[in-house]
């Protein structure tokens, strides 16, 4: 492996806070070994729990992996983390019960460590994020009964929270980790000076990539048609003012976005979440279990609701309705790109004037349509890692051909619409170049200046922190020095 690929892989393993679930979707999904000695929880907080309260019989016949300050590893934790990455399809291939159980101990060292700087995250925050997961888990497996059976629960109460006891412990190790790197900075000669460091034949290989433009075409729907989905709204908003209707049920029936299997829950929204400006600002101008008039996005027409307000932020549910389309409109979108592709190739005007004069897309008409990567806003697409779809639609494109018009509908649940495409630049795969690869030299030069700063925080903090290891994990050889002196 090249060496800036170590750093990049070091510092996702080590920034990772995400919580480790079943995937499980059918009744085919390999079940949990029947091996693993089932226990009360998978962490228990001793700070919180009375030393005569423990269940000690199930700790000593589970066995007790590693203390971390105010936090106990089981051994069945490090299974159990085993078995939820496989049920997700990850490979464990390369990872060891060892790598695994210290990962473990990294979360709860940043845990035990937040608290103490009073990192603190609100009981609501903590129940609203496990009741979107736990309603994921029901729509993923088809009922409550299947998810309690393959997490070994007797009742919901149990199962929701063992969910928020591992929900908080992953909030204050995130909220830890973020508050080590949060300040870190690159300057141009540190990126410079790492780049330099590198030896050549161990440089990174950026992969084939691409840039790619697009003009769109919004079919419009008629104002009859607008007016029908607002009466439509206005008229879901009564009944559950009126007559106690059910908002969640409510979005569920009608809703036309991705999130109506969940009752239209959206979760939790700041003012700085990546949703529609004008649909924050609605959002924001309710009261706590109000619902807003019906107001439109550009993926549609909403009314929202505000189920919660904790401070800065709303646990917030919506129905959104998009209205028909019908067939003259679309015909006439596709008539629309039909002529400006011929425009642009008689010569008349270059596709990113076009872009900038008939395109419907506000994000991309004033950059000359040019597509951004929704993973990191650079321009460019690398092939083995394109959205498989919009590969499929440009993957057979020349240099400088425009495509026939496309028809697509929008994956986030808006309008559907038509566009044209042009693949305007191509990089085949090379060695990286200082000058034409600064933007991802830098990102990996801050990455290894983050790892930096967290391997210095954690053996710090090792330290000065209470750490036990027990057992045949005494013989692990872990990266961070957790067998120190005791």
Not at 240 to 254: H, P, Q, R, T
Not at 440 to 451: N, V
Request: with cysteine; proline share 3%.
């Amino acid at each position: 492996m090249r060496k800036a690929s170590k750093f990049i892989l070091a510092i996702v393993l080590v920034l990772s806070t995400g919580l480790v679930t079943s995937q499980e979707t059918n009744d085919s999904v390999t079940e949990p070994s029947t091996e693993i000695v089932e226990v009360a929880t998978d962490s228990l907080d001793v700070s919180m729990v009375e030393k005569d309260s423990i269940p000690f019989d199930r700790i000593k016949l589970d066995g007790i992996s590693s203390v971390i300050g105010d936090y106990v590893i089981l051994d069945s934790d490090v299974e159990k983390a085993l078995i939820d990455l496989k049920t997700q399809g990850v490979s464990t291939e390369d990872i060891t019960k060892c790598g695994l159980l210290g990962k473990l101990m990294e979360d709860r060292l940043y845990a035990h460590q937040a608290v103490q700087d009073s990192l603190l995250v609100s009981d609501d925050e903590v129940a609203a994020t496990s009741d979107r997961q736990l309603q994921g888990l029901v729509q993923q497996v088809g009922s409550m009964e299947k998810v309690l059976k393959f997490y070994r629960k007797d009742d919901e109460a149990s199962l929701r929270l063992e969910i928020q006891k591992i929900n908080k412990l992953q909030m204050l190790s995130g909220k830890m980790q973020q508050s080590i790197v949060e300040g870190i900075e690159i300057t141009p000669e540190e990126v410079r000076q790492f780049f330099s460091k590198i030896p050549e034949d161990e440089r990174p290989v950026f992969g084939a990539e691409m840039e790619i433009s697009q003009i769109t075409k919004q079919p419009e729907a008629t104002e009859e048609e607008k007016q029908r989905t607002i009466d439509k709204l206005n008229a879901i908003k009564a009944d559950i003012e009126d007559n106690d209707a059910s908002f969640n049920v409510k979005a569920i029936l009608y809703s036309q976005g991705p999130s109506k299997s969940q009752g239209g829950l959206l979760g939790v929204i700041t003012k700085e979440s990546g949703f529609d400006k004008h649909f924050k600002d609605v959002v924001f101008s309710l009261r706590e279990g109000e619902i807003s008039e019906p107001f439109e996005t550009q993926f549609g027409y909403h009314i929202a609701f505000v189920e919660k307000i904790r401070g800065q932020e709303r646990d917030v549910r919506h129905i959104i309705m998009i209205p028909e389309i019908s067939e003259e409109s679309l015909n006439k979108a596709k008539t629309e790109l039909d002529t400006i592709r011929k425009h642009i190739m008689e010569g008349k005007y270059t596709f990113a004037q076009a872009a900038q004069n008939f395109s419907d897309e506000k994000e991309t008409k004033f950059d000359g349509g040019l597509l951004r990567n929704p993973i990191n806003f650079d321009s460019r697409f690398e092939l083995t890692k394109m959205d498989p779809t919009l590969y499929n639609q440009v993957r057979n494109l020349k240099d400088n051909e425009i495509s026939n018009p496309i028809f697509e509908k929008d994956p986030r649940g808006g309008a559907s619409k038509y566009k044209l495409l042009q693949i305007t630049n191509r990089y085949d795969e090379h060695t990286a170049d200082f000058s034409k690869d600064y933007m991802k030299i830098q990102q990996l030069a801050k990455t290894e200046k983050q790892y930096k700063a967290i391997k210095k925080w954690m053996d710090e903090h090792i330290e000065d922190t209470y750490i036990s290891v027990n057992g045949a994990s005494r013989e692990c050889e872990f990266e961070n020095n957790w067998l120190k002196a005791e």
